[in-house]
């Protein structure tokens, strides 16, 4: 097989991404900058396209199928043809984790998507021109070469000429090098020279014992809306204005990195302690809390800051910044606009978050969940009405392990829905075997919980039209429990999705009343059954006359406007009492059972016949 490589320099980029609309961007912005583009979808076309012309740089994406990115990068840097030409990582994963991956497989630099194209094009310009002069040096070198061998008798004027190229040679590399480690939006330092005077203070700290120093990682809160509702040149006038005013909260001997997109770095060094490094980050948030007056704009924004404390004991750099990382996301999930000083308990809260994502997506392929049941009690006929759907993850090697460990690294990762889907079916399925015993349980309802991420779902009615033909139950046995949250997003496209549903004779409940907006126009807007009383209101019920209150206004609501009052968490007869005297319609709670397997069911339902 021969491989091919043009003898004059071409500026020829290869772009590798399973996605035809990155392509497509990529290629087009490229193209119209004079470069000539090839794309591949995955590893097998990027093999035959370099196979047939060697490229002079490859943009990468990450999340590929079959052969991801990172090990795409490291097949490239083992063969020797490739080996050399520069790749740039382009992807929507934005973790630590997955950058420090992307730079050890053999990446020159990582573009976070969605990526700014003329931050895209002043990389891959930075790029082209260290090929370029790598590239030159050595045709210089062979051309020098060859003279010596030529013209012996001249090797003193040859000697003197080449002193002069390798001068100038020397300096274009380190005006080259220069912009490299700049960022070309800010000039301020980028990554990887951030890095680097990382490596350099943790040297010093381990060297002398005295030296110590702290790293902030900051992070722009609300950037995205700026960018996407002003656009990205006032979005890139902004980031220069932040730099500057970062810059002027700083001391000469600290360093400004700009570490990518609306993200900044600061090293302080010879800190005296912890509470020094505190004392920048409260200035730093004071000072960006005042408005930023733009050519066309006057803009607010603040910062989330990430606090590490350095010290000897971290073996790279780069986890440095990473705990840095860590310390400013919980920033953001405290509030924003604030500081938060890492503990190494939040790494290992992070690993282990990590842990349970891996574990879920394969749970949800191997349907490792099960579902459990708890009765809900009609108050005004004592007797069972129907069942609860709760959710369990029956993990190979931890066991049962409950929702509230799970769910919520569900939701953030999509799984969710898939989780819900399965809960759904399986409950309806189980509803339609309970309803066909010979005890008298036809008129039992089930209820499940459904997540806001799957209203939004295109095909959701789909699935649910889906779900009820091949479980053959009655719409009206099922109950689909709803948070507040849901009716929040998208309140005029909810609105039509549970008219459509209502239409379906399914019954709606908005779960956990009370504890979210509570506004009482959605009542009157959405097409509610019932609501349902969040148990922390009837736990404090009967502490004093205040909490009661609380109970008996929301049975009066519900009453008023046509719904049925469910209490969750009841726990004793004093509450039931209670609840009955308050004409609540529905309860549940471990008074009357704690959710049970399904294979007990029909046990429980044939024991309690009356409360």
């Known amino acids: 097989m021969s491989y091919k490589q043009s003898n004059q320099y071409r500026k020829d980029i290869l772009i590798i991404d399973d996605m035809a609309d990155n392509l497509r961007v990529l290629s087009s912005i490229l193209t119209s900058q004079g470069y000539n583009v090839r794309k591949a979808l995955n590893w097998q076309m990027a093999s035959t396209a370099c196979q ?135 000039s301020l330092p980028n990554r990887i020279m951030f890095i680097k005077r990382l490596e350099k203070a943790l040297n010093l700290a381990k060297q002398e014992c005295n030296y110590q120093f702290a790293v902030l990682f900051l992070d722009c809160d609300r950037f995205k809306f700026i960018n996407d509702s002003l656009g990205h040149l006032v979005g890139d006038e902004l980031l220069i204005a932040v730099a500057n005013r970062l810059q002027s909260c700083l001391t000469p001997d600290a360093t400004l990195a700009r570490l990518g997109g609306d993200e900044f770095g600061i090293l302080l060094e010879n800190m005296e302690d912890i509470h020094a490094s505190i004392h920048v980050a409260d200035h730093i948030l004071q000072q960006l809390s005042m408005a930023f007056k733009l050519s066309r704009y006057e803009v607010f924004i603040n910062v989330s800051i990430g606090i590490n404390w350095g010290h000897k004991g971290y073996e790279k750099p780069e986890y440095l910044l990473r705990d840095a990382d860590t310390a400013m996301y919980r920033a953001k999930d405290l509030g924003r606009a604030r500081y938060h000083v890492f503990d190494p308990q939040m790494h290992q809260e992070a690993i282990k978050t990590l842990e349970i994502e891996n574990d879920l997506r394969r749970a949800v392929e191997r349907q490792e969940f099960i579902v459990y049941y708890q009765p809900i009690i009609s108050l005004t006929t004592g007797q069972i009405s129907g069942f609860e759907a709760l959710i369990r993850w029956l993990h190979p090697t931890k066991g049962l392990i409950h929702p509230t460990d799970f769910i919520p690294v569900a939701e953030e990762t999509g799984l969710i829905n898939a989780i819900n889907v399965w809960v759904l079916h399986s409950a309806c399925r189980q509803l339609r075997i309970w309803q066909a015993h010979p005890v008298r349980t036809k008129n039992l309802t089930i209820s499940v919980n459904l997540s806001a991420k799957l209203f939004l779902q295109s095909d959701f009615l789909v699935q649910i039209d889906k779900i009820i033909e091949q479980t053959q139950i009655n719409p009206s046995s099922l109950e689909l429990e709803i948070t507040e949250t849901v009716i929040m997003q998208n309140s005029n496209e909810i609105k039509t999705i549970l008219q459509q549903l209502k239409e379906r004779k399914i019954k709606l409940i908005m779960d956990d009343f009370g504890t979210g907006y509570s506004s009482l126009s959605y009542l009157h807007i959405f097409p509610f059954n019932a609501l349902k009383i969040d148990k922390s209101f009837v736990n404090r019920m009967l502490d004093n006359q205040a909490n009661m209150g609380l109970v008996p206004a929301m049975i009066s609501i519900a009453a008023s406007m046509g719904m049925a009052a469910i209490a969750e968490g009841v726990e004793t007869e004093a509450q039931l009492e209670q609840l009955k005297s308050l004409k609540c319609d529905f309860a549940q709670g471990y008074l009357f059972s704690q959710p049970i397997p399904q294979h007990l069911v029909m046990d429980f339902i044939t024991s309690k016949t009356q409360w």
């Open 52 to 186: 047939t012309l060697l490229p002079d740089l490859i943009l990468l994406d990450i999340m590929m199928p079959d052969v991801d990115g990172y090990e795409v990068c490291q097949r490239f840097k083992a063969w020797k043809l490739t080996a050399d030409i520069p790749v740039i990582f382009i992807s929507a994963l934005d973790d630590v984790f997955d950058k420090v991956k992307a730079f050890k497989t053999g990446g020159v630099d990582y573009i976070t998507k969605p990526f700014d194209l003329a931050e895209v094009l002043v990389r891959v310009q930075n790029q082209m021109e260290l090929r370029a002069a790598k590239l030159e040096i050595l045709t210089l070198n062979a051309e020098l070469e060859q003279r010596v061998k030529q013209r012996t008798w001249e090797l003193e004027k040859a000697l003197h000429k080449l002193q002069i190229e390798v001068n100038a040679r020397q300096k274009l590399q380190n005006q080259l090098l220069e912009m490299a480690l700049h960022d070309a939006l800010t």
